[in-house]
């Protein structure tokens, strides 16, 4: 196969005959048993997509099958409360997909009847659904002749190909698109996709692709070079901000822990958290956690618990855990946040109930750091 300098897309699909029949056969052979490999339902392959996105999929499968036996149709989830979505979500990070989820099922339900269309176009006007979600539903439930990109094809396609653009920036990703559109066989269209993605996840991988089992080794215009592991190019990412939060653990004389819940349309959107605020340590943010909850927080009983960091791709939060025990209840903690712009709701939680709340891990860390057992 030849790789033509400036190229967009490769010479001609013809040329690809031959990389279809390679691949497909490998596949058939060293293919991993997912479960969501063992059905065409749209609704299951739509959900695995989501979930698969930035997490590992031996993390993603449990809470693939514990997710479709408590949803186990787009109906049911759409009618679901978002709260239990969230619950059912919990420790899988990046919540937002959890909300759109739950909104898109609600447009296939109300748009659709119930069916997800077909059509790439169609898909895409969805709640979170964009071309790489698209394409995947389309191709592997509906066989749609539709191409996916993801981090597996990107690094794939480049190795192929040779291509040395910056795979994160626009034009790097315009040309790689413009290849998987290109190489994508009228036969087979869904196996394919899967099959490339499946070569970066096991056998083309970032630090040791492993050319002598590939089935592609004697077309890799990247290994032919020796340039395999430099490829994709990446220019470095951005540090993470710093992001300082203090945040409160309050019981009351019932030993009811204090939760607040994020406001929907923000970060960790609609889930429960004790409340934290901006501030560069306790000092500071003692008196701020006590005008936004009402709660009296006297120096002396408020202990400074724990530190702790918390990585996210963009923020590194460094939190530190204050807690306060037999706390009397505020006003404002019975009726509402109102003195808040990141929270809209507050409520005092039995420690029993607490893991029934859709939380996140940085949650879960400020909970830990508390001794309120
Ligand atoms: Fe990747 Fe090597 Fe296969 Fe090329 S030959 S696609 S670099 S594993």
């Not at 400036?6 to 052979?29: G, I, K, M, N, T």
């Not at 191409?147 to 291509?163: C, E, K, Y």
């Not at 315009?174 to 056998?203: F, K, Y």
Request: glycine residues 8%; proline residues 6%; positive net charge.
């Amino acid at each position: 196969m030849r790789v033509r300098k400036s190229a967009a897309a490769p010479a001609s699909v013809r040329d690809f005959a031959s990389v279809h029949a390679s691949l497909l056969d490998w596949y058939d052979e060293h293919r991993r048993d997912l479960p969501w490999r063992q059905t065409s339902d749209a609704y299951a392959i739509w959900l695995s997509e989501v979930m698969c996105q930035q997490t590992r999929i031996e993390t993603v499968i449990p809470y693939y099958l514990r997710f479709l036996s408590e949803f186990p149709t787009v109906m049911s989830l759409a009618e679901a409360p978002l709260d239990r979505v969230l619950t059912m979500w919990s420790g899988l990070g990046y919540y937002r997909r959890a909300r759109m989820l739950h909104g898109a099922a609600q447009q296939v339900v109300a748009d659709h009847g119930g069916r997800f269309p077909e059509a790439p176009g169609e898909l895409r006007k969805l709640s979170g659904v964009g071309q790489y979600t698209a394409g995947a539903i389309a191709s592997i439930a509906y066989g749609v002749r539709a191409s996916v990109v993801d981090g597996n094809v990107v690094r794939v396609l480049s190795r192929l190909f040779a291509i040395g653009q910056d795979m994160r920036g626009g034009a790097g990703l315009q040309q790689i698109w413009a290849i998987a559109d290109s190489m994508v066989p009228t036969e087979r269209p869904g196996d394919w996709n899967q099959a490339l993605m499946e070569l970066g996840a096991t056998v083309c991988t970032p630090q040791s692709p492993q050319c002598g089992i590939c089935p592609l080794q004697s077309v890799c215009e990247g290994r032919r070079r020796g340039i395999e592991r430099d490829l994709p190019r990446l220019a470095p990412k951005a540090k993470p901000k710093r992001w300082r939060r203090v945040a409160l653990v309050a019981t009351d004389e019932r030993g009811a822990v204090l939760l607040a819940r994020r406001v929907r349309d923000g970060l960790f959107g609609g889930l429960w958290e004790p409340p934290s605020v901006d501030a560069d340590g306790p000092e500071e943010g003692m008196p701020r956690l006590g005008a936004m909850t009402g709660l009296t927080l006297k120096k002396g009983r408020c202990a400074h618990v724990g530190s702790f960091v918390h990585i996210l791709s963009h923020r590194r939060i460094e939190a530190d855990v204050c807690l306060v025990k037999d706390v009397k209840r505020s006003a404002t903690t019975q009726n509402g946040a109102k003195n808040s712009t990141e929270y809209d709701r507050f409520e005092w939680v039995d420690t029993a109930m607490l893991s029934e709340r859709p939380m996140t891990k940085f949650a879960r860390k400020v909970l830990n750091a508390a001794p309120i057992g």
